[in-house]
């Protein structure tokens, strides 16, 4: 596997770090979990990374099972998470309102 950049891998999966990053900064999260479904996980160190160097947070990668949006890792909590990041990579096809009418 070709070790990409986070440009290219944010190409495949549009991240959208601004949004991760302002809520990171709203939220004055210092330590923050980034849990990836097994798809992702190859590319998890580099957008961890990202992350990091644009939020001044220290993240942690939950290499753990990921079955879906409802398997989140609670007991993290006493580590002292203080925000949870889940990232999924399938498409959800959102459509812009106004093109719906």
């Known amino acids: 596997m070709k070790n990409k950049t986070?440009?290219?891998?944010?190409?495949i999966y549009e991240i959208d770090i601004e949004k991760i990053v302002n809520n990171i900064k709203k939220n004055k999260a210092k330590i923050v979990l980034l849990q990836f479904p097994e798809?992702?996980?190859?590319?998890?160190q580099k957008i961890t990374d990202e992350i990091e160097n644009k939020s001044k947070c220290n993240c942690l990668i939950w290499m753990?099972?990921?079955?879906?949006?409802?398997?989140?890792?609670?007991?993290?909590?006493?580590?002292?998470?203080?925000m949870i990041i889940h990232f999924g990579h399938s498409p959800w096809g959102y459509r812009d309102?106004?093109?719906?009418k």
């Open 6 to 11: 986070f440009e290219e891998i944010n190409q």
């Open 64 to 82: 753990g099972s990921c079955f879906g949006a409802c398997d989140l890792p609670i007991e993290v909590e006493r580590l002292g998470v203080e």
């Open 39 to 44: 798809g992702m996980k190859s590319y998890a």
């Open 97 to 100: 309102v106004n093109e719906m």
